[in-house]
């Protein structure tokens, strides 16, 4: 069915009829056609008869797409003859608002039209006659819906991510207190025992390894919070040069493949997926009797995918619940924050992580094209 048209001097509907006797055209000329029938945003014009009434003179292909509403069924009809009551008020409200303003008005409404329940963006432009009296609306309207849910996604992943942060630092004083710093009492001790001249070999022997343990610690938690060669070596270096000394600590068979230019990967890129890495083996390590893990680190035209699959599973288990560190909802909000995807998936034969971060395009500017020449006066 054809949308809604401004065909030269007269207002035509998707039925190609002229409006109600009574009802002046817009636009005076043809000249607008090509915006009115390519816009993607959805355009309209009501006429305003006087007494706070007001009937549709047509709506463009855009408006019929987004709303679900046909020009034929609306053109030369008032809201309350095309449009559910409650939709009917709350649009009458706003035409009157802007005739009552005189000038453009800007807002945001709810409506639940035939294309669904959906959150409009819409601006209104009263056009004059002769006579200084508001005679038609130009509106025009767009549906913002996903955006605002994307922006509220958006505040949810921030709360998770300071969440995350908290967690990390509260896992980060608790292992201090719990064990680095009982290696410094253990010296401590030591140092009283020297200082009462009660100290023996053995006393300094024992000293010098709870330092080197206190020392260890301190070290590791030190790289955990920021790997000192991500930013110089790249992500592909340092991931694998982690592996090899986590492998060395714990005897697991860790295999690392890694395809694609993953070094040129923004810096925020790098740092989450370096973070779910050492998560999610973590995970494997400490929470099934996994022995071999594969990780697969795969950078593409679309973007980069990190895969991390451990054999730890065991017949008839049921999916782990796994809560490490930041755990499962940490490594999301990381991948998430970055505009990706992650799925945690775990069955008898074991886990698989997978995260997803599409590659940023530059986008080009449109090619401005001409503007035709005005018709002659």
Request: charged share 25%; net charge positive.
């Amino acid at each position: 069915m054809r949308a809604g048209r401004l065909r030269g001097d007269v207002a035509l509907g998707s039925s190609g009829r002229a409006p109600p006797e009574g009802l002046a055209s817009w636009p005076p000329n043809g000249y607008y056609q090509a915006y009115w029938e390519g816009a993607h945003e959805g355009l309209y014009v009501v006429r305003c008869l006087g007494d706070q009434r007001f009937v549709y003179e047509g709506i463009n292909p855009a408006h019929e797409r987004a709303t679900g509403l046909v020009a034929a069924h609306i053109v030369g009809r008032s809201p309350n003859e095309c449009l559910e009551p409650t939709v009917a008020e709350i649009v009458t409200g706003h035409y009157r608002a802007c005739v009552k303003a005189g000038g453009p008005i800007h807002y945001v409404e709810t409506l639940d039209l035939p294309a669904g329940r959906k959150i409009w963006e819409t601006t209104l432009v009263p056009v004059r006659g002769a006579d200084g009296a508001v005679e038609v609306l130009l509106g025009s309207c767009r549906d913002i819906t996903e955006a605002l849910d994307a922006q509220r996604e958006l505040a949810e992943n921030a709360e998770r991510l300071f969440a995350v942060q908290e967690e990390e630092r509260r896992r980060i004083a608790q292992e201090l207190h719990d064990s680095t710093s009982q290696h410094l009492v253990a010296v401590a001790f030591g140092l009283a025992a020297v200082r009462r001249g009660r100290a023996n070999a053995a006393t300094l022997e024992d000293m010098t390894s709870e330092l080197d343990e206190a020392l260890r610690e301190v070290r590791t938690l030190a790289y955990l919070l920021h790997p000192p060669t991500l930013a110089k070596e790249g992500l592909n270096k340092t991931l694998r040069g982690f592996v090899r000394g986590f492998a060395r600590r714990t005897g697991l068979l860790v295999n690392v493949s890694v395809r694609g230019a993953v070094d040129s990967l923004p810096a925020p890129a790098q740092r989450a997926l370096f973070r779910v890495t050492q998560e999610a083996i973590a995970n494997a390590h400490r929470h099934s009797p996994a022995r071999r893990i594969s990780i697969e680190l795969r950078h593409g035209r679309a973007g980069v995918r990190l895969t991390v699959t451990d054999d730890g599973g065991r017949p008839g288990a049921a999916p782990r619940n796994i809560q490490l560190g930041v755990g499962i909802p940490g490594m999301e909000a990381r991948i998430q924050r970055l505009g990706g995807s992650f799925s945690f998936d775990t069955t008898a034969s074991g886990t698989q992580v997978s995260a997803f971060i599409p590659t940023a395009k530059a986008a080009r500017p449109p090619r401005l094209q001409p503007l035709p020449e005005p018709p002659p006066a």
